[in-house]
């Protein structure tokens, strides 16, 4: 119990939340869509979180909440993760939800490819072997004749691009912007964004009769920011990040659940290997930083 009550131990109950309050915006998403058109749901996400994060944080930070001195790399990055959301709010509409995100959490691994060509990372022979296993894992979900082969995979091959992009731009700003700025631009952005575009497609009837829908798709997506904003201050990403594939987890039980789906047996499998090729990332990252500082890795 002690260990659960230090800095790593809560981290990892954070991002347990995380994933959990993810999971449970795919599959919210995904039944909302049917009650609502898909950009109007998407436009209150944004605003739920841009109006969320200023009542929240402003009366602690003031004007600081809004001082940036990167405005072009938080509009981009708010861009990247609206355009992944679109994937995802879409995607949802035809694919389960456990196979999605056992694809879409390919996205550390091709973050980790991006930043070794845009931001000349050096990456490991060990490295590269796992995000082609993760890859392998991917192509058992999508094969040919299986439950989710069809053209809408173009949404999540779209989603991983956009948000390892996103994660690499993230890594970027963090060392020299608020965590609470980044949240609330991202937000603001996303809100600026689809405000027209959600004028377009505006129903009343299905935004009063369904406005909880609404609301909770905006919180569930705020709330797992929040908790990564959370779990990141007091856990490094090489403790953490094993527990992001928990997601999987929590979508596929979703999956069953609310949407009677069970993915077949190709799939379990490329699940499986997304996952284990994701922790062996991760695992690799702690072998990689022990040795760095001249640690023996994982010595008892």
Not at 189 to 208: E, I, K, S
Not at 265 to 281: E, F, Q
Request: with cysteine; hydrophobic share 55%; net charge positive.
């Amino acid at each position: 119990m002690a260990y659960w009550r230090s800095q790593q131990g809560r981290g990892i109950v954070l991002i347990l939340l995380a994933t959990l309050a993810f999971a449970s915006l795919d599959s919210a998403t995904k039944y909302a869509g049917k009650l609502a058109p898909v950009l109007m749901l998407l436009w209150f996400r944004y605003l739920f979180q841009a109006v969320a994060t200023f009542v929240l944080r402003f009366p602690v930070q003031g004007r600081t909440l809004l001082q940036t001195a990167n405005p072009r790399f938080q509009a981009l990055r708010g861009v990247l993760l609206l355009i992944t959301s679109a994937c995802s709010f879409f995607g949802l509409q035809y694919l389960p939800v456990g196979e999605f995100t056992a694809i879409v959490m390919l996205s550390p691994l091709a973050a980790t490819a991006l930043a070794a060509w845009t931001l000349k990372d050096q990456v490991s022979v060990r490295r590269w072997l796992l995000m082609t296993t993760g890859l392998l894992g991917v192509l058992l979900v999508v094969r040919p004749g299986g439950q989710v082969f069809s053209w809408a995979l173009l949404f999540p091959v779209v989603l991983v691009s956009t948000y390892a992009a996103f994660q690499v731009l993230t890594s970027r700003l963090s060392g020299e912007e608020n965590p609470y700025t980044t949240h609330f631009y991202t937000g603001l952005t996303g809100t600026l964004f689809m405000t027209p575009v959600a004028a377009l497609y505006w129903d009343t009837t299905a935004f009063l009769a369904h406005w909880p829908w609404f609301m909770l798709l905006g919180f569930f997506g705020t709330f797992g920011h929040l908790m990564l904003i959370w779990a990141f201050m007091r856990a490094s990403a090489v403790v953490l990040t094993p527990y992001l594939y928990s997601q999987i987890a929590f979508a596929t039980l979703f999956g069953w659940l609310f949407f009677q789906h069970v993915p077949d047996g190709w799939a379990w499998l490329g699940i499986a290997v997304i996952a284990a090729s994701g922790v062996g990332n991760a695992v690799l990252s702690v072998y990689e930083l022990r040795k760095a500082r001249g640690v023996k890795p994982f010595a008892e």
